[in-house]
């Protein structure tokens, strides 16, 4: 205990605690003349404590804010406040971030003398909040991703087209029927004609608990654009509801082939296959 209090009484004993500091801190007086600069500080700019006594701040650390009314040290003698903040430390074609701390500097009857800087350049972790945060993006990226195949494969799901005779297609349909998903299913449908070339597609809406007016304009432009690739459309499962909405809305369904059930529709189709492989005609309206 003796050893420390001859050891403060020496004038080296300042200076031995300001460069045990990692971080920057220097001494300034009301003019900006740097008094007192650790290691530290002096390192960060290239330079030794020595070259820097006696010189102004803003001669040894350039920054955009210095010798501007946002100059920290002036805010902070200025105001009686301790000032925060971040900024740029330009040294020679660098720039390094910095977040500085600056506070005013009293005597021992409490006047205003001067400012005290402490600082630290936060280039590690602004890098590491930057990979943390393109981390955080791309996991929301791939999240987002996923969800986007999940619904797609919902989507597929809720919209299957099966194959459930040789030349006939069935497309049930089950659930709330939107436009974005009549319009997919639509699609899908007109995929597998191409693809399996079948004569006959059975569009059921069994499931489906109502129909507006651009859903039931969906289902009719399906049935036009099943006719465009050369297949016949037969449309099952329509509601007393779905029947009197429809009715409602003046949906025309007079060029479309209607049966209640999707066993009688399926009838029909096995039916008309038969004839065509005998020479016959396609479905005619008046069938109905």
Request: with cysteine.
């Amino acid at each position: 205990m003796e050893d420390l209090k001859q050891y403060q009484a020496d004038e080296g004993f300042l200076f031995e605690i300001v460069n045990a500091v990692p971080s920057g801190i220097f001494v300034t007086d009301l003019d900006h003349n740097i008094l007192i600069i650790n290691q530290a500080a002096a390192q960060l700019v290239n330079k030794t404590p020595g070259e820097c006594f006696d010189r102004k701040c803003y001669e040894i650390f350039n920054t955009p804010i210095c010798r501007t009314d946002r100059c920290t040290c002036k805010v902070a003698t200025d105001k009686n406040v301790v000032n925060r903040g971040q900024t740029i430390l330009r040294i020679d074609d660098k720039e390094i971030p910095i977040e500085y701390a600056s506070r005013p500097l009293r005597n021992h009857v409490g006047k205003v003398i001067g400012c005290v800087e402490h600082f630290i350049d936060i280039s590690s972790r602004l890098e590491q909040e930057r990979l943390i945060l393109k981390q955080q993006e791309d996991l929301l990226k791939k999240r987002d991703e996923e969800i986007r195949h999940m619904q797609e494969e919902i989507l597929e799901l809720s919209t299957p087209v099966i194959e459930v005779w040789e030349g006939i297609l069935t497309l049930p349909l089950v659930g709330t029927l939107d436009s974005h998903r009549a319009r997919n299913a639509m699609e899908r449908l007109l995929n597998a004609i191409e693809k399996t070339r079948s004569p006959f597609v059975i569009i059921d809406i069994t499931g489906v608990p109502t129909v507006d007016t651009e859903v039931a304009n969906h289902l009719l432009q399906t049935v036009d654009a099943v006719r465009l690739m050369g297949s016949e459309a037969i449309l099952t499962g329509i509601s007393t509801h779905i029947a009197l909405t429809m009715a409602h809305l003046g949906v025309n369904l007079g060029n479309i082939t209607v049966r209640s059930r999707m066993t009688d529709a399926l009838h029909l189709a096995i039916r008309l296959l038969s004839k065509r492989k005998e020479g016959y005609g396609s479905i005619e309206p008046p069938e109905n």
